[in-house]
């Protein structure tokens, strides 16, 4: 079955950077869309990048110039670079595959997630 693993989340200061990783496996679709949310107590899940099956990238304003989502070429391990981190960034971070192409962002489109990884930072 399809499986997504997060990795990569912990403790920082603010200023600081994380990588997050999701190794995928069971997924046999190829050209599939994949992104990254995060839900951060008493708030909506919020999409916050997102890449397309042909490599086209998608972030939301917040994350914008700090974040970088990637994957590897075989599209088995999706990435999250995140840059000068503040404290409003701390949630759980997921990964979801499958999504629609143009609604990168749009939460309700993914059928897979993960089980995720916590984000915080301090100030």
């Known amino acids: 079955q399809v499986q997504l693993v997060e990795s990569g989340g912990g403790s920082v200061q603010a200023g600081g950077s994380l990588r997050l990783s999701c190794a995928v496996s069971?997924?046999?679709?190829?050209?599939?869309?994949m992104a990254w949310f995060r839900q951060a107590p008493g708030k909506e899940r919020e999409g916050l990048a997102g890449i397309n099956g042909y490599g086209g990238t998608s972030y939301t304003d917040s994350v914008k110039g700090r974040f970088t989502i990637s994957q590897d070429n075989a599209k088995k391990t999706l990435y999250l670079q995140m840059n000068s981190l503040k404290p409003e960034d701390t949630a759980m971070y997921y990964c979801a595959a499958g999504g629609t192409w143009g609604r990168l962002l749009h939460g309700p489109d993914y059928t897979y997630w993960g089980q995720g990884t916590q984000v915080t930072v301090s100030s």
């Open positions: 069971g997924f046999t679709a190829t050209n599939y869309h």
